[in-house]
């Protein structure tokens, strides 16, 4: 506890580190607009809520497409608690329709299951199924070294070999096939062409989840265990991954 004058003190310092951080921010959102595109010339189908449509109709007539790759597999009987708790963050859309963008999730299940559990959920985002396509396995968001080369988090097998996977930090093992992960991926519309221009993994789709950056600003922050200061808080076990994570509607609040 300290006086307003020290509090003063202490939050311009602070300041100056979030000025650089805003900078550098802009910068790296501009170098990612720089990227390269990748023409899509594989005629991906998805499953709606209006039967069979293509990776442009996804885009709802507008030129760009934010995507969440949200896992769920075909066997499974809910989703993913994470993407769960990112998809709980989506609002109203409009302010990205306004912005000439569209909003989707994407998932392997069959849509009927997608179409349950979103009611379930109360979630009024789109969400297409892509069972029994390649798409995410193209995108990275399944990897089975029996059906594409695996690539996670833009590293190949051989490379996972010496970086190791982020859940075991050893190789790739055929034992990981079939796995599902969370990603964000973006796409450009020019005409009745469409191109891929980003894609994202791990953390780097965290401000997505779980209130991250509301929970940022606060004396506590996100309670999780390899926060600083240590012993600010007791973790909750909250994190992606983390023992007491459920889907929304089985939190007890």
């Known amino acids: 506890m300290v006086s307003q004058q020290e509090w003063d003190a202490a939050r311009r ?19 990612r607009r720089r990227l390269p595109m990748v023409r899509v010339n594989k005629p991906y189908t998805f499953e709606g809520p209006d039967g ?33 708790s990112a998809a709980d963050g989506i609002g109203r859309l409009r302010q990205l329709h306004v912005r000439n963008t569209t909003l989707a999730a994407v998932s392997r299940a069959p849509y009927e299951k997608l179409a349950a559990f979103r009611e379930r959920m109360g979630w009024e985002f789109p969400w297409y199924s892509s069972y029994g396509t390649d798409f995410n ?7 089975d070294s029996r059906v594409a080369p ?27 096939n079939d796995s599902e992960l969370p990603g964000i991926s973006a796409f450009l519309r020019v005409d009745d062409e469409v191109f891929h221009t980003y894609s994202t993994y791990g953390r780097g789709i965290e401000e997505f989840h779980n209130g991250y950056p509301y929970l940022d ?15 600010r808080s007791v973790p909750l076990g909250l994190q992606v991954g983390g023992p007491a994570m459920r889907v929304p509607d089985q939190y007890e609040v």
């Open 217 to 231: 600003l606060t004396a506590l922050g996100r309670q999780e265990e390899w926060e600083e200061p240590k012993g």
């Open 52 to 84: 069979p449509v293509s990776l442009l109709d996804l885009f709802e007539g507008r030129p760009q497409l934010v995507m969440h790759h949200f896992m769920f597999a075909p066997d499974w009987d809910e989703a993913c608690a994470s993407c769960s």
């Open 13 to 31: 310092e602070l300041l100056v580190q979030e000025k650089e951080l805003t900078r550098l921010r802009d910068q790296v959102n501009a170098d």
């Open 150 to 176: 695996v690539q996670l988090h833009f590293r190949t097998e051989a490379e996972l070999a010496d970086a190791g996977t982020p859940w075991t930090s050893g190789p790739w093992t055929e034992s990981m």
């Open 137 to 143: 396995y193209d995108y990275h968001a399944t990897l």
